[in-house]
């Protein structure tokens, strides 16, 4: 996507538009990464959310706990795994374990509001 000088702030986005790198990655390091669930060695679900790994692990991967499922899929957050686990809502489309992030609150609704918008407008690596 490109925009018009005029059209965008000056961090090149369009308004509105949700930066991977700069609003949603802080996030999942923050939260998921932070402590070593998913940033280890052996993150949990074979899913590092670590900088720089986040990405290439979650958008057009298959979720380990249910497979038929990515766990990002771009433009569909209902048919994105990762954003059932932090809704809490993976065991009403057939998910398992536990409400992400484990052990910790919830991610507020600002910040999973976030992430869906990302996922919405295509999940980019931007």
């Known amino acids: 996507m490109s925009c018009l000088v ?3 702030d000056q961090s090149g986005l369009e308004p509105g538009e949700v930066s ?11 939260r998921c990464a932070f402590g070593g669930c998913h940033a280890s060695t052996s993150p949990a679900a074979g899913q590092s959310l670590a900088d720089g790994l986040a990405y290439m692990n979650i958008v057009n991967v298959p979720s380990q706990e249910l497979p038929s499922m990515d766990r990002v899929k771009p433009g569909d957050p209902d048919r994105s795994y990762l ?19 484990w052990g910790q609150e ?14 919405q407008q295509g999940a980019r690596n931007n």
């Open 6 to 8: 005029a059209a965008c």
């Open 106 to 119: 919830p991610l507020s609704d600002d910040q999973i509001n976030r992430i869906r918008a990302w996922i």
């Open 83 to 101: 954003v059932h686990k932090i809704q809490g809502t993976h065991l009403e489309v057939g998910g398992s374990g536990l409400r992400m992030p």
């Open 20 to 30: 991977f790198s700069r609003q949603v990655q802080p996030i999942l390091t923050d």
